[in-house]
């Protein structure tokens, strides 16, 4: 069943990853094992990318499903592995940009490897990331954007943090 999730993940079969999810948590297995087959998955995809089999659609397409997987999986996650963060981040993608494929994937791998993510969304004002900097005393913060347009709002954030 591991490589079933892999493979249909990889693969872009919805449906299907949805049900080996459902079907192995059902059976009681470890979610972080389910979450880093999602992973495995996700590094498949992330290299057909970059091999040119599969385009900006595909990545999304992949994001979209991983976010499901993520919905079923987190209620199953115990206390005991919350209580074993690594440490906390912010992430978001600045203002001016509304894509979040890759800060999604970035705040995935950072939540199933042990951190506490607090993922301020999509088009993020420079107060908000200043905020909640202040707000949690987070020392890591993400930023992403994917438009060249977002550069401009980085350096803002960058400077307003410093």
Same mark, same amino acid.
């Given at each position: ?11 872009? !079969? ?7 999810? /459902? ?10 094992? %389910? ?40 209620? /199953? ?10 440490? /906390?981040?912010? %992430? ?5 940009? %509304? ?9 995935? $791998? ?21 905020? !909640?900097? !202040? ?18 709002? $980085? !350096? ?7």
């Amino acid at each position: 069943m591991t490589q079933d999730l892999v493979n249909t993940l990889a693969d872009l !079969k919805e449906q299907e990853a949805l049900d080996t999810v /459902k079907g192995r948590l059902g059976a009681g297995e470890d979610p972080l094992k %389910i979450l880093e087959d999602a992973r495995k998955g996700m590094e498949i995809v992330g290299k057909r990318f970059a091999s040119s089999e599969y385009f900006i659609p595909d990545l999304v397409y992949s994001g979209e499903i991983l976010k499901e997987v993520t919905e079923l999986v987190k209620p /199953k996650l115990t206390k005991t592995t919350e209580s074993k963060k690594l440490g /906390k981040v912010i %992430i978001g993608t600045v203002a001016g940009d %509304i894509h979040d494929i890759g800060k999604d994937i970035v705040a995935f $791998m950072l939540d199933v490897n042990g951190f506490e993510v607090h993922d301020l969304g999509v088009d993020v004002p420079v107060q908000k990331f200043v905020d !909640k900097i !202040k707000e949690t005393g987070v020392p890591i913060v993400g930023l992403s954007g994917f438009l060249t347009l977002a550069f401009d709002s $980085m !350096k803002e954030t960058v400077e307003a943090i410093k």
